[in-house]
C-alpha cells in the first residue's frame, strides 16, 4: 500500500541559488546532494522530522514550469510569527497573513518564482 509523498519537485533556474534559500532562508534540511547529469544535480532536501522529501530539479523539457504555483500548502503553527520570521530571513511574499473560516495563510516566493501557501496546520 501506499504509505506517503516520497518526494514533491521545485523546478529552478539556478540550483545553488535554490539551495542556499531553502536551507538558510526556510530552515530545510540536505538529505542528499549529488550529480545528476552534465546539467543537474539531484538535491533532496527534508522539511524538520517529516517524511516528504522537496528535490530541486527541473526535468527536461519543463522549464517552463519555472515559476508557477505549487500546488500545496506548506504548514505552520503560527501563520503570523512565521510569516515576520521569514520576512526578516529577506523571504518575498506576495500576500499578507489572512484569516478565512478554514484557517490562516499567507503566500511567499522562492528565488525562481514559485509561489507556496504557508497556512496553518
Known amino acids: ?17 535554490a539551495l ?4 538558510e532562508k526556510l530552515g530545510f534540511r540536505v ?13 533532496e532536501m527534508r522539511v524538520g ?13 519543463q522549464e517552463d514550469r519555472i515559476g508557477g504555483f505549487f500546488n500545496g500548502s506548506l504548514a505552520c ?3 503570523q ?3 515576520r520570521q521569514l520576512k526578516g530571513r529577506g523571504v518575498e511574499f506576495v500576500s499578507e497573513p489572512q484569516k478565512q473560516p ?3 495563510f499567507a503566500i511567499m516566493k522562492d528565488p525562481d518564482g ?8
Open 77 to 79: 503553527d503560527d501563520v
Open 20 to 23: 542556499a534559500f531553502y536551507t
Open 49 to 61: 522530522s517529516s517524511d516528504t522529501r522537496f528535490v530541486l530539479f527541473t526535468p527536461d523539457g
Open 102 to 104: 478554514w484557517g490562516e
Open 81 to 83: 510569527a512565521t510569516y
Open 31 to 43: 538529505i542528499t546532494d549529488q550529480p545528476f547529469d552534465d546539467k543537474q544535480r539531484w538535491i
Open 1 to 17: 500500500m501506499i504509505t506517503h509523498i516520497k518526494f514533491v519537485s521545485i523546478p529552478t533556474r539556478d540550483q545553488d541559488a
Open 114 to 121: 514559485n509561489q507556496f501557501v504557508l497556512s496553518s496546520s
